[in-house]
Every structure is written in structure tokens, then in C-alpha cells.
């Protein structure tokens, strides 16, 4: 073989190994963690706070996913979270009866092994109900999730009035959801369109106790009280609130309590309304005995939050069997 001919082969297997990697680098992204996994097209955002800058990004969505949409559920959901998932979709998230009007998803972030990647891909084909956020998971950055589950209700459901972020160990009646949000949240919505509807903490102090998990030093946060918050298993936003509190996010320091963060400082920053709700906030059937009912004869517990999986097909069945007392309470039916 002459020179020229060996330099032609290598020409071609040089070529060769290029388009090789790179229709490995068009099919394959990069990922925070230690694998690399196929990727849907990509939407880039960023949470910019005072103090910290988060780049991350959300898979681009079907146009008119949201037509004819008035209320978008998120749920936030862990990774490795399947079993929470399932139990879900088991019992209230695709009941016969469920709302038209309603859409629920899935927000998971990106996995630290392959194994569980490999397992999410699954699933969201298998459901189609999974929407992912580039960006690790973990319990100190659950901010930049929460801000990926606004900017994801801005961008692809502008035309929903409302936003329901809760968690994937929390059950919810989405019936009884409906009726309040037509006889209640409608109301206040006709007043002011910029709010949050939820269960309010009010006056409470940072936690100043380094040993604390929900601990804020003075540097970041020197105020001794925060603005009034919701509790954060689950919380109702307007769309006309959503855009003012993502653009106040730069003029505030990052913490990592998502629910003071966003409904506390965040939303104090530009004067969005906040609204106590007796709808959420509870974790057990008996937590809500005392309640008086909402109008029609309609309970207002809607949705109960730190239930396991095992645990949420009876739990979700107490919940739908609370009815209204004669004198206007509440109490189980049975």
C-alpha cells in the first residue's frame, strides 16, 4: 500500500470517527451527576437571586398543551420516587370523574445514578405525564425546582388562571378542588388577580440555630420576622402573580425554604395578595373534624400531605368520605 493510500485511509477513518462523535454529541447531553442520557429539545432558564445565579433548563413542550386548561397541578416528585408516583395515578390523579379543566403533571429533576434515569425514560413513556428540569435534586435547592415549576406554568399554560404546586406525598380531591376554586378562588380572583391562596404562616421567626435544617444566617436573611407565607405542601398561585415574583427573584437573596422564598419574601418584594385558605394544610383526617364546611354543603379540606404510599389509597378514601354536618361542621361519612 502506497503512502498516499494510508493517508487516505487514515483520512476516512479520522472522518469517519468525527461524524461518529458527532452524532453522539447531537444525540446525547451532558447532565449534572455522572451519566449521560438521551434529552429531549431543551428550554434554557435562569434563576438569578442577589447572592446566586441558577442556569437550568426544561424540556420543551407540544404547543397548546394547556387549550382549554384553568387549573395546571404540579406535582414535585423526587426522582427515585416511584413508588409515590404510582400510588398517585392509583387513586386520585385518574379518577373517572376528574376535572377537564385540569391538567397534572409530574416536575422530577435529574437523578445521581443511571439505573433510576433509566427507569424515569420508562415511565414517561409509559404515562406521558412526567415533565423534567435539568438540575440536581436535592432538599437545599428545591428553590430553583419550585422556580422551574413557575417558569414552566408561564411559558406553556399562560392562558391558566391558576397554579397548583404541591408535593408527590400528598393527596388531594380534585372535585372538591374544583368546587372551591369556583366558589371561592373565582371571587377573590374578580378583586385581584395577583395572589396565593393557601394555608398562612404568619410572624414566624428564622431559625438562627446552625444546627437547624431550617436554619438562615442574619447575612442572608437579617430581618427578625419573615413576611407572612403559605406552608409549603401545597399552595394555589394566579397567572397574574406568577410573572411579578419571577422578576422580583434578583432582588432578593436566595434561602432554601422555598415557601418563605417565593410566597413570603419574594411575593411581599411586589405587594401579590396572600390569601388564607382552609382548602390544604392538613396531615390527617382528624386535623380537619373541627372545620366549619364551605358553601353548597362542600367540606373544604381538599388535600392532606405527608402520606406515604401505602398509605394513600385509604387515605384518599377518608378524604372523599368527609361530608358536612347539620351544624356545619365536618365528619366522616360511615
Request: positive net charge; proline residues 4%; glycine residues 6%.
Amino acid at each position: 500500500m502506497s503512502t498516499m493510500e494510508k493517508r487516505l485511509n487514515y483520512l476516512i477513518v479520522a472522518l469517519g470517527a468525527t461524524l461518529f462523535c458527532t452524532i453522539l454529541y447531537v444525540e446525547y447531553a451532558y447532565k449534572p451527576g455522572t451519566f449521560h442520557r438521551k434529552v429531549a429539545k431543551q428550554r434554557i432558564f435562569i434563576a438569578k437571586f442577589k447572592n446566586r445565579q441558577f442556569n437550568y433548563s426544561i424540556e420543551e413542550q407540544k404547543p397548546g398543551l394547556c387549550d382549554g386548561i384553568d387549573i395546571l397541578i404540579l406535582i414535585l416528585s423526587a426522582p427515585n420516587k416511584f413508588d409515590q408516583r404510582n400510588a398517585i395515578r392509583d387513586t386520585w390523579l385518574y379518577e373517572h370523574d376528574t376535572p377537564s379543566s385540569f391538567l397534572v403533571r409530574f416536575l422530577i429533576g435529574q437523578p445521581d445514578n443511571r439505573s433510576v434515569e433509566l427507569r424515569i425514560q420508562k415511565e414517561q413513556r409509559q404515562h406521558k405525564d412526567i415533565v423534567r428540569y435539568n438540575f440536581t435534586e436535592t432538599y437545599d435547592l428545591l428553590p430553583v425546582k419550585v422556580h422551574a415549576a413557575f417558569s414552566f406554568f408561564k411559558t406553556y399554560c399562560p392562558q391558566a388562571k391558576y397554579l397548583l404546586k404541591t408535593d408527590d406525598d400528598t393527596v388531594v380531591d380534585l372535585d372538591r378542588l374544583f368546587h372551591h376554586s369556583k366558589s371561592m378562588y373565582d371571587k377573590y380572583y374578580g378583586l385581584n388577580k395577583e395572589r396565593f391562596f393557601c394555608n398562612v404562616h404568619y410572624k414566624k421567626r428564622p431559625f438562627r440555630n446552625k444546627g437547624s435544617r431550617y436554619y438562615v444566617s442574619k447575612e442572608v436573611y437579617p430581618e427578625p420576622i419573615y413576611p407572612d407565607f403559605c406552608q409549603g405542601c401545597s399552595y394555589m398561585v394566579t397567572r397574574e402573580a406568577v410573572g411579578p415574583v419571577l422578576s422580583a427573584v434578583s432582588s432578593v437573596n436566595y434561602i432554601k425554604l422555598e415557601d418563605v422564598l417565593y410566597s413570603g419574601i419574594v411575593r411581599s418584594k411586589k405587594n401579590v395578595s396572600l390569601v388564607h385558605s382552609r382548602t390544604f394544610g392538613y396531615s390527617s383526617i382528624k386535623a380537619t373534624n373541627k372545620l366549619q364546611c364551605g358553601m353548597n354543603g362542600v367540606p373544604l379540606p381538599t388535600g392532606l400531605f405527608g402520606i406515604p404510599a401505602k398509605s394513600m389509597q385509604s387515605v384518599y378514601k377518608e378524604l372523599k368520605n368527609i361530608s358536612c354536618r347539620a351544624d356545619g361542621g365536618t365528619t366522616k361519612k360511615g
